[in-house]
């Protein structure tokens, strides 16, 4: 578990780090949007400068990135396998079959590896410089809206941020009960299919009985403490927009209209 | 079963960002038949180390020899099994591992993965029940039934009824009311007579003076001092410096001795300390 | 009693599934500024008592007045206002994502201002030596310093009342140390009543009052000194002799001549060497 990438804060103070959580929210849902503007090299390449221009900005490692792409490569692969064989082409190379390899479907796939590639390091730049509780904030903010369709918008904000918070806690229960029952001469993941789920019993149960405790507590806790969930609450955490949330804008704007130029300029 | 630690050292998570030292060159032999004290300020290691004396971590340098077993870097996951039956384990707040149906079935569950069979195992809960102080009925109960002091009692049974022949204790009292923990401590003490060597980790200092004859200090992943209780605490301003208490008594005798009273004697226990004072003045 | 701050009358409480009350016939006051312990073995229907004080428990037998307020469905929430509780497990009480966010939670819910709020949070941090770590999150705290956040959550509301609900009987001596001499000048800076729920007994030495709860019926309230030296009562409750009091009372029986009054570890120490001296 400590191999996971994905979803894990690394704090820094980077230009990255300080910008608006909203802002880097939709911007990350603005950017994949327009990698599906992008038809050929010129365009990828120029996607993958903003995208290492990026990182560099953040300050974090590359090699972060590299790990957070690893969990998922094999869905990578197979879905480019699955391109290079379908993509019908003129020039076939290869054929056997229903299958067919073309120039075509060749650069077919690079291109899908690539826009995995700048989708999944441009998403864990967001969870790697956003703090859990910004990007709550951030949700929250966006779905706003919602509020007129009578969703419980602070409510589920305030759900979700109380589930995040809890997330390693219950992660160092989960070890410690695995430890417990390794000692009592479990041996997780050995053995048959139906041993290894019957192993899972008795981590699951402990974890369950262990979450209600936590919430029974908590809720206890919370109301002590005068929540009544309603609406009348304030917010301690107040998102402010700053200068450099506009350059931001600019910068974005330079990309699409730059993708746009290389997109449709070229083929004039 | 004797214990030593060869030159071991313990990174978490190593080759990551995240890499941050548990344990660091531990030489140090526990003997069999033992009542040993791990004390220490929380996040010194002592709970890292004796994660290692069952391998439920391995370190990533040294050698460490559990009476036969041998358990390097290397070491494979398979065969531990016998491992971990001679040496058992109760975690801080054990109860909360308990899961089975009924307390019987819960207590069985260690003997049986270690390859009991279901009669021999059932007889090992009840005597673990028994051991444990709680009476036979409560076999029939289910876990999540009974008091929280109930249920510690039952997932210790768990682990004696392995018959281990080492008893690793986590801080087993945490959150006991006083005659729960007397009782329990008495139980620990009892198992020791019959023969088991005990490894208690603990910050109660009376507990270390009352029941244990050996103790290790631990601090910032080291082995600060290894000794008898009167070795360990014989040194009033190193107690200090390492974010220790001194056991009651002997910061009693030591602010007497500070009035002006002469006696070459330090008492450890209530007991000693009353005998010390009798004797003097 | 005119200045008392929490009168419990003829309260009884019993749990759904229970055969006998947790709680029964319950009469006490608790006096303003003082610092109450309540004692008992687990089980004794300490944590219910705490649980019925803030309306987290109901009964409708018995009456209950906090500062002056009588606790019922429109006054709950006054009263909750007025008793700050820190609860036994560190972790489970810990709302927020950081520090300052927990520390924000009760003053969010009363709806207080953001700008007041930053204030309130601020200081409440200072009074528990917390200020550096505002943006710290619970997982890199010790048991003691999520304590110690969770005490100025509860100061950040300016509470009449603290209940310590065995708020340190998960956390290592020193941790249990800090947390002590924090309420020790809380309680003097903000006049504060103090109601610990606790079995350590050096930590009952130092309230004014002991409670003594025994299977849900109180046996006795009186000062440290007097509770102490009721022996019957000590067997009678599962409580044990400070450690002082332990070795005073084990002097005296080897015929040591020392009075058998009541005295603080110094007093003792004082009394041993003058009975030296007069040998």
């Known amino acids: 578990m400590d191999k996971l990438i994905v979803g894990r804060y690394i704090p820094g103070n980077s230009i990255i780090h300080n910008l608006d959580p909203r802002g880097k929210f939709l911007g990350t849902f603005y950017f994949i949007g327009i990698i599906f503007l992008a038809n050929s090299w010129y365009t990828y390449l120029l996607l993958f400068a903003f995208v290492l221009m990026s990182l560099k900005l953040s300050g974090i490692n590359l090699s972060y990135f590299i790990r957070g792409v690893r969990p998922l490569i094999w869905l990578i692969l197979f879905t480019v396998m699955l391109q290079i ?13 229903i299958f067919s390899l073309s120039w075509q479907s060749l650069i077919n796939g690079a291109y899908i ?22 990007l709550s904030d951030a949700i929250e903010s966006v779905m706003k809206p919602l509020k007129w369709i009578k969703f419980p918008v602070t409510q589920v904000a305030l759900m979700l941020s109380i589930a995040l918070r809890f997330v390693p806690q219950l992660m160092d229960q989960t070890t410690k009960i695995m430890n417990a029952q390794r000692a009592r001469g479990v041996d997780f993941g050995s053995g048959s299919i139906m041993k290894r789920i019957k192993s899972f019993i008795p ?35 107040q998102l402010a927009w700053q200068r450099i949330d506009n350059l931001m804008i600019v910068a974005f704007v330079i990309v699409t209209i730059l993708l746009i130029i290389l997109r449709f300029g070229v083929n004039r | 079963m004797e214990i030593s630690f060869k030159q071991v050292g313990f990174i978490y998570q190593q080759n990551t960002p995240m890499e941050n030292i548990g ?62 039956q001679q040496v058992g384990m109760v975690f801080q707040f054990p109860e909360s591992q308990l899961f089975e149906e ?13 390859g009991m069979s279901e009669e021999e195992a059932k007889q090992m809960a009840k005597k673990a029940l028994h051991q444990v102080g709680l009476p036979e009925e409560y076999l029939e109960k289910s876990p999540f039934d009974l008091s929280g002091g109930q249920m510690r009692r039952v997932a210790i049974a768990g682990v004696l009824a392995s018959n281990p022949k080492t008893l690793i204790l986590d801080e087993p009292t945490a959150g006991l009311d006083p005659e729960g923990r007397l009782e329990m401590m008495t139980l620990f003490n009892n ?91 | 009693m005119t200045n008392s701050i929490i009168q419990i009358n003829d309260l009884n409480y019993r749990y759904e599934e229970a055969a006998d009350n947790a709680l029964k016939n319950i009469t006490v006051d608790i006096e ?25 428990l109901q009964t409708n037998e018995g009456k209950i007045v906090v500062n002056g307020m009588e606790l019922t469905d429109e006054t709950v929430w006054d009263i909750r206002k007025v008793i700050g509780i820190v609860f036994q497990n560190p972790d489970n009480q810990f709302v927020g994502a950081t520090v300052e966010d927990d520390v924000a939670f009760g003053l969010e819910n009363q709806g207080i201002a953001q700008s007041e709020m930053k204030e ?160």
């Open chain 1, 113 to 134: 590896f690539m826009r995995f590639m700048l989708i999944i390091f441009f998403s864990t730049l967001l969870t790697l410089t956003t703090t859990p509780v910004e």
């Open chain 3, 120 to 279: 309130r949070v601020i200081s409440a941090l200072k009074k528990v030596r917390m200020e550096e770590f505002a943006t710290r999150d619970p997982q890199s705290l010790s048991g003691g310093q999520k304590q110690r956040v969770a005490i100025a959550g509860v100061i950040a509301l300016e509470p009449k009342i603290i209940i310590l609900d065995e708020a340190t009987s998960m956390l290592d001596p020193s941790g249990r140390r800090e947390i002590i001499q924090i309420i020790q000048g809380l309680r003097k800076e903000l006049d504060l009543t103090v109601i610990s729920i606790t079995h350590d007994v050096e930590e009952v030495t130092l309230a004014s009052d002991v409670l003594v709860l025994s299977k849900g019926v109180i046996l006795k309230k009186d000062s440290p000194e007097k509770i102490f030296t009721d022996k019957d009562l000590l067997i009678k409750a599962g409580l044990q002799l400070p450690f002082v009091q332990d070795v005073q009372q084990q002097l005296i029986a080897k015929g040591v001549s020392i009075p058998d009054t009541w005295h603080d570890e110094e007093g003792l120490i004082e009394e041993i060497w003058k009975s030296h001296l007069n040998k």
């Open chain 2, 23 to 84: 344990l660091e060159d531990i030489n140090l032999t526990i003997n069999d038949h033992s009542f040993t004290a791990l004390i220490g300020h929380t996040g010194s290691g002592k709970s890292t180390f004796v994660q290692h004396i069952n391998a439920l971590l391995k370190p990533t340098s040294g050698e460490i020899k559990v009476g036969e077993k041998t358990i390097t870097p290397e070491t494979n996951n398979k065969d531990l099994k016998p491992l971990r």
């Open chain 2, 102 to 114: 009924t307390v019987e079935r819960d207590i069985m569950f260690g003997p049986m993965n270690f």
């Open chain 3, 32 to 56: 303003q500024n003082s610092w109450t312990a309540i004692v008992g073995q687990n089980g004794s229907g300490k944590s219910t008592l705490t649980k019925l004080l803030n309306g987290i």
């Open chain 1, 203 to 237: 981590l699951l149960i402990p974890l369950f009985v262990s979450s209600f405790s936590i919430a029974y507590d908590l809720a206890v806790a919370m109301e002590s403490r005068g929540y009544q969930g309603g609406e009348n609450r304030t917010k301690y955490r």
């Open chain 1, 85 to 97: 064989l379908f993509t019908p082409g003129e020039q076939v190379l290869w054929s056997w079959w």
């Open chain 2, 191 to 281: 198992l020791y007579h019959e023969g088991k060597s005990i490894i208690l980790v603990t910050h109660n200092m009376e507990d270390v003076v009352n029941y244990a004859d050996d103790v290790v200090v631990f601090n910032h992943g080291k082995v600060a001092k290894h000794g008898t209780p009167s070795e360990i605490f014989a040194d009033e301003q190193w107690i200090k410096d390492n974010n220790l208490e001194l056991p009651r008594s002997v910061e009693f005798m030591n602010q007497l001795k500070a009035k002006g009273l002469k006696t070459t004697d330090n008492p450890l226990v209530i007991k000693e300390l009353i005998e010390t004072i009798t004797n003097n003045i």
